[in-house]
T-cell receptor, first 114, second 109 residues
Framework: KAGVTQTPRYLIKTRGQQVTLSCSPI?????VSWYQQTPGQGLQFLFE???????NKGNFPGRFSGRQFSNSRSEMNVSTLELGDSALYLC?????????????FGEGSRLTVL | GIQVEQSPPDLILQEGANSTLRCNFS?????LQWFHQNPWGQLINLFY???GTKQNGRLSATTVATERYSLLYISSSQTTDSGVYFC???????????FGTGTKLQVIP
């Protein structure tokens, strides 16, 4: 059974650019959630999607957005990149039932903003 | 929102030693997971344990939900156990998970 796949694994952007990250969940999982990890702030929840609907959102500016497709694959986009957006972005998938659900994480996408 | 605290923040062990990592949380939770973050950044599932006790080889975990804490036990530690251990709790449903600050473990030969 394939795990959670994130692409790209590494990328370098410059301030002001935008970036799109992709996440393919485990087959049969309908929930995809995204997290940002930085040395200063730790692991922080960005948003969660289930059946193409955003169900929950963390405290991030509107420059951070996402979507989910009918096959449960998800993308997140960060526009007008800032130096502080440099981070490891982790995607997790789960079955998505409310109140239950073990999370399984991908290997992450490491973004560097210059 | 819910607060999740882990202790100790750093731990250095001699290979073969045992250790206990603690996770305290400030409110009732639906789920609790323990993860080990490998050097490449991936979070590896250790336990999904909203309550009770589970064991997997040299690792075991106990969650006492009524007292709002969880413990991760590592016995006969090996250098490959080095890394950062996180607990993560889901208190509000819809997978809005809150992570602890982590325990950085270094096992020396």
């Amino acid at each position: 059974k394939a795990g959670v796949t994130q692409t790209p694994r590494y990328l370098i952007k410059t301030r002001g650019q935008q970036v799109t990250l992709s996440c393919s969940p485990i087959s049969g999982h309908r929930s995809v959630s995204w997290y940002q990890q930085t040395p200063g702030q730790g692991l922080q929840f960005l948003f969660e999607y289930f059946s193409e609907t955003q169900r929950n959102k963390g405290n991030f500016p509107g420059r951070f957005s996402g979507r989910q497709f009918s096959n449960s694959r998800s993308e997140m986009n960060v526009s007008t990149l800032e130096l502080g957006d440099s981070a490891l972005y982790l995607c997790a998938s789960s079955h998505g039932t409310v109140g239950t659900g073990e999370l399984f994480f991908g290997e992450g996408s490491r973004l560097t903003v210059l | 929102g819910i607060q999740v605290e882990q202790s100790p923040p750093d731990l250095i062990l001699q290979e073969g030693a045992n250790s206990t990592l603690r996770c305290n949380f400030s409110d009732s939770v639906n789920n609790l997971q323990w993860f080990h973050q490998n050097p490449w950044g991936q979070l590896i599932n250790l336990f999904y344990i909203p309550s009770g006790t589970k064991q997997n080889g040299r690792l075991s975990a106990t969650t006492v939900a009524t007292e709002r804490y969880s413990l991760l036990y590592i016995s006969s530690s090996q250098t490959t156990d080095s890394g950062v251990y996180f607990c993560a709790v889901d208190s509000g449903g819809y997978q809005k998970v809150t992570f602890g600050t982590g325990t950085k473990l270094q096992v020396i030969p």
